[in-house]
């Protein structure tokens, strides 16, 4: 296992290299003037043009841009706005709150996605199962803005339940809803994942023989049939918790969530480049250990897996 980590950690780090110098690149190739609007509705002096692009060495090459920025990146220093606020400090303080609502969502697309499968696998074409197949449909098939905005203008303005915006508090009663937003179309595909696989599983022979040894139909499915089911689940759930953090942008700009989300999107209407790379090295950072940790989880999932 030691081994295999130290393989993988290794591995991790052309990948990290690659994809971040693949979206400096974009980012930075952007057709259009990037001091645009930064001096009110007229044009920026000349003057202040050559002191920002002497400031931010944006007349140098790529690659001369790129390698300042890891060096400097590595050194714990994200670089600054346009405007000379530290990106550093815009992360730490968005970043929890994406982190909390994207923890929100995950434990309930688990929760109600793992369970709606569960049941529908082990009941098949009956009711239950007709329903969910018929509500995970329509979860994937709307945009989740549509949900985001419905629920909003239901549960917040028609019925008063809850708050149509979330506070600057971030309370855990406040973020279901727009975890449930942020979650819904996972949770349809985890419905249907785990479904499949317990419906497959099922007919395996190890169930069969736990079945025949007259063990309790719960601790059937509990222990033997939900672990082997749970492989990929898992996959589902641990590179999602990357794609809710990044997918946010919605669901926080419905909701008024201070997150990565909302300061990704005024980044890019601003032309804050330094900003969009640097906040979403986070988000593949963040997506590349997520990877990680869901392969070590497959070997304690299932022992025939073993990694050398």
């Not at 706005?81 to 815009?90: A, K, L, Q, V, W």
């Not at 309370?171 to 449930?180: A, D, H, M, Q, T």
């Not at 990044?246 to 990704?264: K, L, S």
């Amino acid at each position: 296992m030691g081994r295999y980590l130290l393989r993988r950690l290794l591995q991790l780090i052309p990948v990290f290299i690659g994809t971040t110098f693949l979206i400096y690149w974009l980012v930075w190739s952007v057709p259009g003037d990037p001091f645009a609007g930064k001096c009110g509705e007229r044009a920026c002096p000349d003057a202040y043009v050559n002191m920002m692009t002497e400031k931010f060495k944006l007349d140098q090459s790529i690659w001369v841009q790129y390698g300042n920025y890891m060096q400097n990146l590595f050194q714990g220093d994200f670089g600054q706005t346009f405007g000379g606020r530290e990106i550093g400090d815009i992360i730490a303080t968005s970043y929890p709150n994406t982190l909390k609502l994207a923890l929100v969502a995950l434990v309930i697309e688990a929760v109600i996605g793992l369970t709606a499968g569960v049941l529908t696998g082990l009941r098949r074409n009956g009711f239950l199962d007709n329903l969910v197949l018929v509500s995970s449909l329509f979860l994937i098939a709307l945009p989740i803005f549509v949900i985001g905005f419905v629920l909003q203008w239901v549960l917040g303005v028609q019925w008063s339940v809850i708050k149509p915006t979330v506070s600057s508090e971030m309370r855990i009663s406040e973020l279901i809803v727009p975890g449930f937003v942020l979650g819904s179309a996972s949770m349809a595909y985890i419905a249907r994942v785990a479904r499949t696989s317990i419906a497959e599983n099922r007919r395996a022979d190890y169930v069969r023989t736990a079945i025949a040894k007259g063990l309790p139909m719960r601790r059937v499915v509990g222990v033997h049939l939900l672990r082997n089911s749970l492989i990929p689940v898992v996959t589902l759930l641990g590179t999602d918790l990357g794609a809710l953090m990044g997918g946010a942008i919605v669901t926080e700009g419905i909701f008024q969530i201070n997150g990565i989300g909302r300061q990704v999107f005024r980044a890019i209407v601003t032309k804050e480049s330094a900003t969009v790379v640097s906040i979403v090295v986070v988000l593949v950072l963040v997506y590349l250990v997520m990877n990680l940790v869901v392969d070590l989880l497959y070997a304690a999932l299932d022992p025939r897996i073993r990694y050398e």
